[in-house]
């Protein structure tokens, strides 16, 4: 009994942060595996996995700027026309002003900076709510890049379609896998494991007791257990396609922006805004210069996403980016945010994403329209947190919150009291 206690605390429920990478990757394994039974084996693919990461990186890039966006408060209508604005003039600016592409990527960065820069400025020093700032954006730059192309498409030369379309290369000997993404799976799991060790050495010097040995080394197991299966998959796709070169950017800037949003002083604030915004201008925070920065780099990472998504399809047209900001909101939402602001994750973000890109990809391959596959999103969307909401409200179990309890941050106030039984082991844990 007291292992399974251990296992419920430290594995499933615990504080720490592999705790919540093991919640993360036991929610999508489980969707995952609900339509790998229904689609008779299509969805663990090689190639479906590798298209599935391809069609969707843009909108999880999305995710991780939205997710800022909605922590600190606000709302961002606008990513959609923002990505295709920049993408149709970073498209031009190759094709008929000859830039180099790599100088077209940093003009295109350029653009979404000017343009959240001017959204920031409205929203943070004149005060205009960002629904209504972003909303007049999302019009003016839709229109913009339908002006600007002459509702035409544009073509991309070659060099800059490989951010989009382009995978790891291989090399070395013929293992019948691609070397590159088996080197990067192998990275993964040495660094998962370090990590691990680390967190537990961090423990030991803070004179706190760390994890039991046997559950530090099965969570260790199922992590590398996931990522080799992964790395095998996307390996094993065919000659020419391996782990997508638009995975490689998300993955970054996932590792990037999760370590500003927890562990400096910038993310702190913006959790401290969302939470309260008045509150934390009077203890010193600069509420004028969090909101500016989360708007001006919601644009930057729009920017990015409409690049790849211009890269992959290998042209701009008057219609990307089309009901781009609903699917990033929808991403962040699932993912655990709170409406009011303050809470949420980089990594539910991406869970969130993954599901509605796993859910929509599951359908398609069971043959269903997209006509039924938008209804379904919608219903199944709306009735999962519905229930969830009301189950919560009656004091009942919550999936949704039972799943999302690892996501949560570890200075999150308890929802209410233990009883008085389990007080002082609740007290001994929060101690530990």
Do not use: C
């Amino acid at each position: 009994m007291s292992r399974l206690k251990d296992l419920q605390k430290n594995l499933f429920g615990g504080t720490t942060s592999n705790a919540r990478q093991f919640g993360m990757i036991f929610t999508l394994v489980a969707i995952v595996l609900l339509f790998q039974i229904l689609t008779d084996g299509l969805t663990l693919r090689s190639d479906n996995l590798i298209a599935l990461f391809q069609q969707n990186s843009y909108i999880l890039i999305l995710a991780i700027g939205m997710l800022m966006v909605i922590v600190a408060g606000h709302i961002d209508l606008s990513v959609g026309s923002v990505a295709a604005i920049a993408g149709i003039l970073v498209a031009k600016s190759m094709t008929e002003w000859n830039l180099p592409w790599p100088v077209a990527i940093l003009f295109g960065l350029a653009i979404g900076a000017i343009i959240g820069a001017w959204q920031g400025f409205w929203v943070a020093y004149i005060g205009v709510p960002a629904f209504i700032v972003t909303l007049a954006g999302m019009l003016l730059f839709r229109g913009g890049n339908q002006f600007i192309g002459n509702a035409n498409t544009i073509p991309v030369p070659e060099g800059f379609r490989e951010i989009g379309s382009g995978f790891l290369p291989e090399f070395g000997p013929n293992t019948g896998y691609n070397n590159a993404t088996l080197l990067l799976g192998l990275a993964a799991a040495v660094a998962l494991v370090w990590r691990e060790l680390r967190l537990r050495q961090t423990r030991r010097a803070m004179d706190a007791d760390p994890a039991p040995m046997w559950i530090s080394i099965l969570r260790m197991a199922v992590m590398v257990g996931v990522i080799a299966f992964a790395a095998l998959r996307f390996a094993s796709g065919r000659v020419g396609t391996s782990f997508p070169i638009s995975g490689i950017i998300l993955v970054a800037l996932v590792i990037a922006y999760s370590f500003y949003t927890r562990n400096t002083a910038g993310g702190r604030h913006i959790y401290a805004v969302g939470g309260n915004a008045r509150a934390a201008e009077l203890s010193g925070v600069k509420l004028k210069r969090v909101n500016f920065f989360v708007m001006m780099n919601m644009s930057v990472l729009a920017a990015l996403a409409g690049m790849i998504f211009v890269a992959r399809s290998a042209a701009s047209g008057p219609q990307d980016g089309n009901g781009w900001e609903l699917d990033a909101i929808a991403a962040v939402f699932i993912g655990g945010a709170a409406v009011s602001g303050g809470i949420g994750t980089i990594s539910g973000s991406i869970v969130g994403g993954l599901v509605m890109a796993v859910l929509n990809n599951g359908l398609q391959l069971m043959g269903v329209g997209t006509d039924r596959v938008q209804i379904i999103k919608g219903l199944v969307l709306l009735l999962a947190v519905a229930i969830d909401v009301y189950n919560k409200s009656q004091g009942r179990f919550s999936i949704i919150g039972s799943l999302m309890r690892p996501f949560r941050r570890e200075d999150a106030a308890p929802p209410a009291s233990p009883p008085d039984a389990e007080r002082e082991p609740a007290k001994a844990a929060v101690s530990g």
